[in-house]
């Protein structure tokens, strides 16, 4: 299955990667790459990659790749994994469903878990098979992923009442930061 990338100017800001397909696959939107945030710009439904399902809405998380597989989450918080290979999607996992349960930014990858933050201020763990394995939540939104620091995922928090938030593997807070006023 051949694909390729025809880089695009989109603006004098900007440029973008576009994934062209072959006749065998579809899309009738746009599939575009932000620098390292790859953008399905559509209607819903209007990407099919080869294994027939689509991926809704829009996707403002940045994909991360393991073990041959890529993983990455829309704005309806669904997450999907894709094989490399192919592009067939191997399972997805809702991980929202709610108005603001976007997932934005990057995961923080770990040996057995991608850990995703999402707009309404939790955090949630989903294994490499596709397995929810916890969720947290923190008073604010959540506009990028976890930082992983060691044994500690480091969360960043707009709009709460705690600037940074720490928490152990398991998704146990350790501790927090809030700025003097």
């Not at 576009?18 to 065998?24: D, G, K």
């Not at 009738?28 to 790859?38: K, P």
């Not at 990057?106 to 929810?132: F, H, K, M, T």
Request: contains cysteine; charged residues 20%.
């Amino acid at each position: 299955m051949d694909r390729t990338w025809e880089t695009a100017t989109v603006s004098n800001e900007f440029s973008c990667q576009r994934l062209l397909f072959t006749e065998s696959e579809s899309i009738e939107g746009d599939s575009i790459a932000h620098g390292n945030d790859v953008v399905l710009d559509g209607p819903a439904s209007d990407f099919s990659p080869s294994g027939g399902q689509s991926v809704e809405v829009l996707v403002w998380c940045q994909p991360v790749v393991s073990n041959g597989s890529m993983y990455f989450a829309d704005t309806s918080g669904k997450v999907y994994s894709v094989k490399t290979a192919d592009g067939s999607i191997q399972w997805t996992q809702s991980i929202g469903g709610e108005a603001g349960t976007a997932a934005l930014g990057v995961p923080a990858v770990l040996d057995d878990a991608l850990i995703y933050g999402l707009e309404n201020g939790e955090l949630v763990a989903i294994s490499y098979s596709g397995d929810r394995l916890w969720t947290r939540s923190v008073n604010g939104t959540l506009y990028s992923g976890p930082v992983l620091a060691g044994d500690r995922l480091l969360v960043g928090v707009t709009q709460g009442d705690r600037l940074v938030v720490s928490f152990d593997l398991n998704g146990n807070e350790s501790w927090s930061f809030t700025p003097a006023k």
